[in-house]
């Protein structure tokens, strides 16, 4: 069974930067593609970010490219949301999936999620 468990989470300035890091075990990581969604309050989860089995592609939503930034490492099974000069509006529960492929917005793994919260 996969598990995936997020950190990095908490409470940040308007225009400063956090890490977010999920660690997979269960499973041969390397196999999987992977992606990061979030859900803020009221609003239904969206994916964000996505990375291929070897991290030889990846996507970030559009109007997220320039400030997050997904990476994977297969030998330590992690894989890593770089977000910066964030916003209030980015303030959300961000959650690690298993998605069924690079950039798919289908997963059969979460998280239990990590907060993020922008403070102005």
């Known amino acids: 069974q996969v598990q995936l468990v997020e950190s990095g989470g908490g409470l940040v300035q308007v225009g400063g930067s956090l890490r977010l890091s999920c660690a997979f075990s269960?499973?041969?990581?390397?196999?999987?593609?992977m992606g990061w969604a979030r859900q803020a309050p009221g609003k239904e989860r969206e994916f964000v970010a996505g990375?291929?089995?070897?991290?030889?592609?990846?996507y970030v939503k559009d109007t997220l490219s320039g400030r997050f930034t997904i990476s994977r490492d297969n030998a330590k099974n992690l894989v890593d949301l770089q977000m910066s000069s964030l916003k209030p509006e980015d303030t959300a529960v961000y959650y690690c999936a298993k998605t069924r492929c690079t950039g798919c917005h289908n997963a059969d793994f979460w998280g239990q999620g990590t907060q993020v919260i922008v403070s102005s």
């Open positions: 269960g499973r041969t990581f390397s196999r999987y593609a």
């Open positions: 990375i291929s089995w070897n991290g030889g592609s990846s």
